[in-house]
């Protein structure tokens, strides 16, 4: 089957009547920032139309220009940035002569931004119901409050959000990160808005609860008319839901059209290689990065094309079985559950079970992949491996030794055999540190000269330049901290890393260098890894065996293609069920 036939299948048909008047009409934009060394250019040409009832995704590599183009639908481009454009209208009024009191009014109203980072974007020290009636009590679109917390609480309800009266009255530091980036699209749409930008809205979201926001946003396109502009790497949610594709880099649209047609048949060798990239269970075993089409004429009768790549190099440890080898890692019968309004004390039946008889092994050398949905305990079951949080039941054991339930003094000899790789590495980053110092904090006791040394061998080893030693994370890119996240991770020379989301944050681009990262140097170092990802396509592509979470208990356990393929449980089936098509599951 052609790569084209298959996909074809994946992508909804485009709406079928779309208003004539556009939400959105924008040609030749440019956005320029003038800063001390002179002009910079950062998005140039670009036409963008938006009409109600019709969804247009932007994609590309990070740098590309994708968000600053949607961040200037609303006057957030940020400050000495100069928007230029032959045409810019918004709602058919000139957006140009627009002033700030007229965006103030159009944003939430006219349009709602969802935002990536739910982290980040939500009020620490307000409640989410309050988060999310905000817009409803600015703009006065509804009077009194029981008015504003029915229309707050119905919100959280079409996001998925169960027990919204409970959900209301927390802060954002007390949900899981799901349940925050869903808060955050209420936060978006509870003033009804005639246009959503969803800037990486499934990001930090496992497939079922990715499959319900992108039902949510697909009614309101379908339904009730409402204009969409995603912005995504995931390039599967792309072909559900867009009805037209952008593709940019380096600030320009390399190629544009219906996503059937831009993502089945792409023109453009950018689009192509980020197809190719994506990762998915044929893709096992091989460098993502170097993924590249080519004519297959093995059908004479269509036009066949195939994704070629190049194979990692061995594996120093054959497959893990789980069951053969050194067992590095042996987690056995754990149970965690926590006080429901915090507090200490004996167990109550009302509290709130994260982990309940969790058992599994991690031999040397052997990949295991952690998947669930949001607040299925990959999290919890994490930091208890990490030794951060103490288990109220079973036991771990760390290379034979007993690792869980000992004084931290006690452990520390096997501290450094046992590392970190989070997915916001910038918060686990002293923001005082240089990248240099940042390493040197795993490298134990060394002179000055060899731990120079080590640190260019290290920066090296994980594709950077040993340059930049001396530069603060905070200027890298995403891709640059991950990789100096991973650089921190293998100066201890650990037997285990737990890898905890850490590419989720990364357009396709990035993500495939560091995945083919993380899998040669685990090929040349045989370390093993604890891989938690909601990525079920990048954990296939990854994993030897798999962990499947429910509710703190495993449901299931075995080999990835087992498990993926042949699945035994109930709930591993729906699952994978919610998991859009691979755009290469045919090649």
């Known amino acids: 089957m052609s790569f084209t036939s298959t996909l074809e299948a994946t992508i909804a048909a485009p709406s079928a009547t779309l208003a004539s008047v556009p939400l959105i009409d924008i040609?030749?934009?440019?956005?320029?920032?003038?800063?001390?060394?002179?002009?910079?250019?950062?998005?140039?040409?670009?036409?963008?139309?938006?009409?109600?009832?019709?969804?247009?995704?932007?994609?590309?590599?990070?740098?590309?220009?994708?968000s600053v183009t949607a961040r200037c639908l609303l006057d957030l481009v940020g400050p000495g940035a100069r928007v230029s454009a032959t045409r810019f209208l918004v709602d058919d009024a000139d957006a140009l002569r627009?002033?700030?009191?007229?965006?103030?009014?159009l944003r939430g109203t006219f349009a709602g931004l969802v935002m990536q980072d739910a982290l980040v974007s939500l009020d620490p020290l307000r409640t989410i119901g309050q988060e999310v009636g905000e817009v409803i009590s600015?703009?006065?679109?509804?009077?009194?409050?029981?008015?504003?917390?029915?229309?707050?609480?119905?919100?959280?309800?079409?996001?998925?959000?169960?027990?919204?009266?409970?959900?209301?009255?927390?802060?954002?530091?007390?949900?899981?990160?799901?349940?925050?980036?869903?808060?955050?699209?209420?936060?978006?749409?509870?003033?009804?808005p005639r246009l959503i930008i969803a800037d990486e809205p499934t990001t930090a979201l496992d497939a079922s609860i990715q499959k319900q926001v992108i039902e949510v946003l697909g009614r309101r396109v379908r339904d009730d008319g409402v204009g969409l502009l995603l912005i995504s790497h995931d390039l599967s949610v792309v072909a559900e839901i867009a009805d037209r594709?952008?593709?940019?880099?380096?600030?320009?649209?390399?190629?544009?059209?219906?996503?059937?047609?831009?993502?089945?048949?792409?023109?453009?060798?950018?689009?192509?290689?980020?197809?190719?990239?994506?990762?998915?269970?044929?893709?096992?075993?091989?460098?993502?990065?170097?993924?590249?089409?080519?004519?297959?004429?093995?059908?004479p009768d269509r036009n066949a094309t195939r994704v070629v790549r190049e194979p990692l190099p061995p594996r120093r440890h054959a497959r893990g079985t789980g069951t053969s080898g050194e067992r590095v890692l042996e987690v056995d019968g754990i149970g965690k559950r926590f006080r429901r309004g915090g507090g200490i004390g004996p167990a109550r039946d009302g509290d709130f079970v994260a982990l309940h008889d969790v058992s599994f092994s991690i031999a040397a050398g052997e990949v295991l992949g952690l998947v669930g949905e949001s607040g299925s305990g990959k999290?919890?079951?994490?930091?208890?491996?990490?030794?951060?949080?103490?288990?109220?039941?079973?036991?771990?054991?760390?290379?034979?030794?007993?690792?869980?339930?000992?004084?931290?003094?006690?452990?520390?000899?096997?501290?450094?055999?046992?590392?970190?790789?989070?997915?916001?590495?910038?918060?686990?980053?002293?923001?005082?540190?240089?990248?240099?110092?940042?390493?040197?904090?795993?490298?134990?006791?060394?002179?000055?000269?060899?731990?120079?040394?080590?640190?260019?061998?290290?920066?090296?080893?994980?594709?950077?330049?040993g340059g930049l030693g001396e530069r603060r994370p905070r200027t890298l890119s995403g891709g640059q901290r991950q990789r100096v996240a991973i650089a921190r991770?293998?100066?201890?020379?650990?037997?285990?890393?737990?890898?905890?989301?850490?590419?989720?944050?990364?357009?396709?681009?990035?993500?495939?260098?560091?995945?083919?990262?993380?899998?040669?140097?685990?090929?040349?170092?045989?370390?093993?890894?604890?891989?938690?990802s909601h990525d079920i396509n990048l954990v296939h592509h990854i994993a030897d065996r798999v962990l499947v979470l429910n509710e703190g208990r495993v449901v299931e356990q075995g080999s990835v293609d087992d498990v993926f393929l042949r699945p035994a449980h109930a709930y591993t089936r729906a699952l994978l069920a919610a998991v859009p098509p691979p755009l290469t599951a045919a090649i």
Request: charged content about 25%; aromatic content about 4%.
């Open 27 to 66: 040609e030749g934009l440019g956005i320029h920032f003038d800063g001390p060394h002179g002009r910079t250019t950062v998005v140039e040409g670009v036409d963008l139309r938006i009409r109600p009832g019709e969804c247009v995704a932007l994609v590309g590599e990070s740098g590309s220009g994708k």
């Open 98 to 105: 627009f002033d700030a009191a007229t965006w103030r009014r």
């Open 138 to 192: 600015h703009h006065h679109l509804l009077r009194g409050r029981d008015a504003i917390a029915r229309r707050t609480r119905e919100t959280l309800a079409r996001v998925g959000i169960s027990d919204p009266d409970e959900r209301m009255a927390q802060y954002a530091h007390q949900l899981s990160g799901g349940l925050r980036q869903r808060a955050l699209i209420a936060a978006a749409i509870a003033g009804e």
């Open 245 to 299: 594709v952008l593709v940019m880099r380096a600030g320009r649209v390399v190629e544009a059209g219906p996503a059937r047609e831009v993502l089945s048949q792409p023109r453009h060798a950018y689009t192509r290689q980020l197809i190719a990239a994506v990762p998915s269970a044929s893709s096992k075993g091989s460098r993502l990065a170097s993924a590249r089409f080519e004519s297959a004429p093995a059908d």
């Open 379 to 465: 999290s919890t079951c994490a930091k208890i491996v990490l030794g951060l949080l103490e288990p109220d039941a079973g036991n771990v054991r760390l290379r034979g030794q007993a690792w869980s339930h000992r004084p931290e003094k006690a452990r520390r000899s096997l501290r450094a055999s046992l590392q970190y790789i989070p997915q916001d590495p910038l918060s686990s980053f002293d923001p005082r540190y240089t990248v240099r110092e940042v390493i040197a904090e795993n490298l134990g006791a060394l002179s000055t000269a060899q731990a120079t040394h080590r640190i260019h061998a290290l920066l090296e080893q994980v594709g950077l330049d």
């Open 489 to 532: 991770a293998l100066a201890a020379e650990p037997t285990l890393i737990v890898c905890d989301e850490p590419v989720s944050a990364l357009d396709i681009s990035i993500q495939a260098q560091v995945v083919d990262l993380i899998g040669e140097l685990q090929s040349r170092l045989g370390t093993a890894l604890l891989f938690i």
